[in-house]
C-alpha cells in the first residue's frame, strides 16, 4: 500500500494504491488529502474489494497516518489481529514500481482541470493497466471489451 502526488489544477492530490505480492493492482483511490482520513478511506475501500481477502502481510513506507490508520483498523476490526504491518520503506518496491506505469501515461497529459474528470482518467489508465498486467482474466480482444464495458457500464 502506498500514495503518490498528482496535481490536479497546480494543487498536489494523492493517488493510494494497493497491489498485492504478484503486483496485481487491488484498489486506487484518488484523495485531495494525505491524511489519516484518507489512508483509513483507501483501506477500507481496498478491503471491500469482491476480489480481496484478509491480508497476512500489509507493506508501507514509514508514513505515520498510514501506520496509524491501520493499527485502528486492527483496533476496529477491520483489519484481522493476525495481520502484520511491516513499515519497510524498501520492501514496498513493487508498488513503487507500479507507480511508473501510471505516471508515464499521466505525465505527457496537459495536467487534470477537475478533480472529477481526474478520476474518470486515472479509472481507465487503471483498468487498461490491469488488462495489460493480465489481471483481468480475459483471453481475447472481445473478452476485454466486455470487460471494459461491465467496468464503466457501457451499453
Sequence with gaps: MDETYLKIK????YLYRAVD??????DFWLSGNRDKKAAHKFLKKALRSTHNQQP????TDRYRATEVAIAEGINFGVLSCRTHHRMVQYLNNIVEQDHRFIKKIIKPMLGFK???SACSIISGIEAM?????????????LDEINLIN?????A
Design 129 to 141: 493497466h490491469m488488462i495489460h498486467k493480465r489481471q483481468a482474466g480475459t483471453e481475447n480482444v
Design 114 to 116: 477537475n478533480f472529477n
Design 150 to 154: 461491465r467496468l464503466f457500464c457501457v
Design 10 to 13: 497546480g494543487v498536489d492530490h
Design 21 to 26: 505480492s504478484d503486483g496485481d493492482t487491488i
Design 56 to 59: 497476512r502481510v500489509i507493506t
